[in-house]
């Protein structure tokens, strides 16, 4: 991929920094882990190799996350899990830390990430993992999902790819809805961080094993248009 020469520079300075490319998105109350959306979401196209309703609208592919820095981040990321390092690293960056996000954009796109990652979720009781992904798609990844899911501290939160609220089967899984008046189903919390300007506050539903479904209001123009546009032709 042809990177441009600010970009390729950001990169550089995170590689010769020798720290974990943690970030923290102004929604969140927590420190975060991320990769490039899109190039490591393997779940966003079906099996016809359409992209997913979901995906179209995705705000991690334009706007802020173009930024060099931001953008450099998510590929230092796709490189520096290999270090052997890496597992005991987040473990230290974690000691202080009562809530974590893996991926606010990108999705757990190997097999050697998860087991990496599941190794930091038993090695961190103390602190909450949620984990949303896309991969639940994959049996090869269902049997480590199955372990995370199984840990008292993380929620993984099976992504559906509707956009008018078409759930999933899962213990924990995530929708998004056209709007908060989408009539949702008694197992399913609409997500309310736009009553606090796009922030969780106190809030943490996402990292609760007791909330089943978490629906989100679709954001950005594109998302909603989307959705009213299917729930048009649907009508
Ligand atoms: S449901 Fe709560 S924790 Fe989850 S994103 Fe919305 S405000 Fe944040």
């Not at 099996?47 to 998510?74: H, I, L, S, T, W």
């Not at 796709?78 to 606010?104: C, G, H, P």
């Not at 939160?157 to 709007?179: F, M, N």
Request: net charge positive; charged share 25%; proline share 3%.
């Amino acid at each position: 991929m042809v990177q441009s020469p600010k970009l390729e520079a950001a990169i550089d300075k995170l590689k010769h920094r020798g720290t974990l490319g943690l970030s923290k998105a102004s929604k969140m109350p927590c420190q975060s882990w991320s990769l490039e959306a899109f190039n490591t979401c393997a779940g966003a196209m079906d099996n016809e190799g359409n992209e997913v309703d979901a995906c179209k609208g995705c705000y991690a592919r334009g706007g802020n996350y173009r930024f060099p820095n931001v953008a450099a981040v998510r590929i230092f990321n796709k490189q520096d899990w290999k270090r052997d390092e890496w597992v005991s690293d987040m473990i230290t960056a974690l000691d202080n830390d009562r809530y974590f996000r893996w991926f606010d954009s990108g999705d757990m796109y190997s097999l050697g990430l998860a087991f990496k990652m599941l190794e930091v979720m038993q090695r961190t009781p103390w602190c909450k993992h949620w984990l949303p992904t896309r991969q639940h798609k994959f049996e090869k990844f269902q049997a480590v999902i199955a372990q995370m899911e199984a840990l008292p501290n993380v929620v993984v939160r099976l992504s559906s790819d509707s956009v008018i609220g078409e759930t999933i089967a899962g213990a924990t899984s995530s929708v998004i809805i056209p709007d908060t008046s989408h009539a949702v189903d008694s197992n399913t919390e609409v997500c309310d961080a736009y009553d606090r300007s796009g922030k969780c506050g106190d809030c943490r539903r996402c990292w609760s094993k007791d909330v089943q479904v978490i629906a989100y209001p679709a954001h950005g123009k594109k998302a909603v248009k989307l959705s009213a546009d299917i729930i048009a032709r649907a009508a």
